[in-house]
């Protein structure tokens, strides 16, 4: 097994495919196996009629390899003789031949692939161009096999595939499993046979979950995409603290109810029902960093959700409150800040609290409460007014000497946290300030929905497998 990232799925799926452990086990007679079952799946999508579901793997098929002897507009369409045009790919290497170091694992080798046949080799750009002299990349025989067993092992679409990394070998090895699962579906009954539900990011949160116990691993997610004029890549990666983050948040029952109601705000649905996008994976992919970036989509993603009140019920704004804590607690070790966020949050609430129209100034504070600049403007402007009153002004240095109203982080992480802590005093004191009666439309679907003592992480696929 190589740190190609392709070439690592497929070893993975070859392995899966075998029911074997680990790649390192293959044997010469599984890999016979496997490649008969790649040829057998090729000639039967290549040679499809284009409205039928066996089709759906030759698009799968075409993402990858679209120049290949068995994408290609002119390929042979019947199947007696496409077969062995395509069963000449994976034969071992002949006796004689100069031996090469293979192009992804170093074996010696003597077959050469032109790049039609590798996955995503076949591209405009440059990226790809082989060393002078050479009549075609080096692949030796396994990782021939692997890398036309990709498509198995990787989240497919009809035009993209995404595969997992990880410093963790079973974390890689789950996700293949359940891909190869999946693509026996797209197999059998085509795009159409899938349960919506759940991608690429909520499968590989589980399998971190499962997978964590004993240190922290991490999941990079590599999205290709090959239409055959600008292919892409895009990485997203998780940090090394989601895999505890997940394990705490799993063991307290507000931050497990929160991550459901979380799930259920990012569900979307079209008008028959259907999903457009599915809430463990949307949810999932809150996790996850692109590009080597901090993000920390999570409590951005909550403030959002939150700072619409009218869709949100106290009950998911405590939950959100203990689940974006939670976060900024492991994975940016904010512990000693929420104390003071919690004062500061007293301070609004006094302000907030006026008997005439506590809504229209809770207005006022949602609407500046993800700006630094702004935030500090209305503080100044509340505490002016409290001290004018006769209150008590209160030090908030502590605080403020942390970066609350700085642009960036860890400021904007503050700021939305200090948002649920108003919240949650706006509650405590049971002040009002929701506009429609408890509108609780979605979490109250949510409720319904699910049992909050199933595991949140879950995903719908799950219940067909
Ligand atoms: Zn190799």
Same mark, same amino acid.
């Given at each position: 097994m190589s740190e190609h990232p392709l070439q690592r799925c497929g070893a993975w799926a070859v392995a899966v495919l075998c029911d074997r452990e680990r790649p390192e086990q293959v044997s010469g007679s599984d890999l016979d196996a496997v490649a008969e079952r790649v040829v057998s799946d090729v000639v039967v999508a290549a040679t499809a009629r284009p409205d039928t579901a066996a089709?759906?793997?030759?698009?799968?098929?075409?993402?990858?390899?679209?120049?290949?002897?068995?994408?290609?507009?002119?390929?042979?369409?019947?199947?007696?003789?496409l077969r062995p045009e395509i069963g000449a790919m994976f034969a071992p290497d002949p006796a004689e031949g100069a031996l090469l170091p293979c192009t992804f694992c170093g074996e010696p080798c003597s077959? #050469?692939?032109?790049?039609?046949?590798?996955?995503?080799?076949?591209?405009?750009?440059? !990226?790809?161009?082989?060393?002078?002299? #050479?009549?075609g990349w080096p692949v030796c025989r396994s990782c021939r096999v692997a890398l036309w067993a990709l498509p198995y092992g990787a989240w497919v679409t009809a035009g993209s595939a995404t595969v997992v990394t990880s410093d963790s070998q079973m974390v890689e090895r789950r996700v293949v499993a359940r891909n190869v699962r999946r693509a026996g579906r797209i197999l059998q009954s085509g795009f159409e046979g899938l349960p919506a539900g759940a991608g690429p990011e909520a499968v590989t949160l589980q399998a971190l979950r499962a997978h964590s116990t004993e240190r922290a691993v991490t999941a990079t997610l590599w999205t290709f995409k090959n239409d055959n004029q600008e292919p892409w890549l895009r990485i997203t990666a998780t940090r090394s603290g989601v895999a505890r983050f997940l394990a705490l948040m799993l063991s307290d029952s507000d931050c497990r109810q929160g991550w459901w109601k979380l799930r259920k705000h990012l569900e979307w649905r079209d008008k028959s029902g259907r999903v457009i996008q599915d809430g463990a994976t949307a949810a999932a992919r809150t996790l996850f960093d692109p590009d080597g970036r901090q993000v920390d989509r999570l409590p951005a993603e909550l403030l959002r959700l939150a700072k619409d009140t009218d869709r949100v019920t106290e009950?998911?704004?405590?939950?959100?409150?203990?689940?974006?804590? #939670?976060?900024?607690?492991v994975m940016h070790e904010m512990k000693t800040d929420?104390?003071?966020?919690?004062?500061?949050?007293?301070? #609004? !609430?006094?302000?907030?609290?006026?008997?005439q129209n506590p809504r229209s100034k809770?207005?006022?504070?949602r609407q500046v409460a993800g700006s630094g600049y702004e935030l500090h403007k209305l503080l100044m402007r509340a505490m002016s007014r409290l001290y004018l009153d006769g209150r008590k002004p209160l030090d908030i240095t502590g605080i403020t000497n942390r970066g609350l109203f700085e642009p960036g982080s860890p400021g904007w992480l503050l700021r939305a946290q200090?948002?649920?802590?108003?919240?949650?005093?706006?509650?405590?004191?049971?002040?009002?300030?929701?506009?429609?009666?408890?509108?609780?439309?979605v979490d109250e679907q949510a409720e319904m929905r699910f049992d909050l003592s199933a595991d949140p992480l879950s995903t719908d696929e799950e219940e067909y497998a």
């Open positions: 089709y759906d793997w030759w698009k799968v098929l075409f993402a990858l390899y679209p120049n290949s002897r068995a994408t290609h507009a002119k390929r042979e369409r019947d199947p007696a003789r077959v #050469l692939w032109s790049k039609s046949m590798l996955p995503m080799f076949d591209s405009v750009r440059a !990226v790809n161009t082989l060393p002078p002299g #050479l009549a009950s998911t704004l405590f939950e959100w409150r203990a689940l974006c804590r #939670l976060y900024l607690e929420i104390g003071e966020l919690k004062k500061l949050a007293g301070l #609004l !609430v006094d302000w907030i609290d006026d008997k809770f207005n006022e504070y200090l948002f649920f802590e108003v919240m949650a005093e706006l509650a405590k004191r049971d002040i009002s300030i929701a506009g429609k009666a408890d509108d609780t439309d």
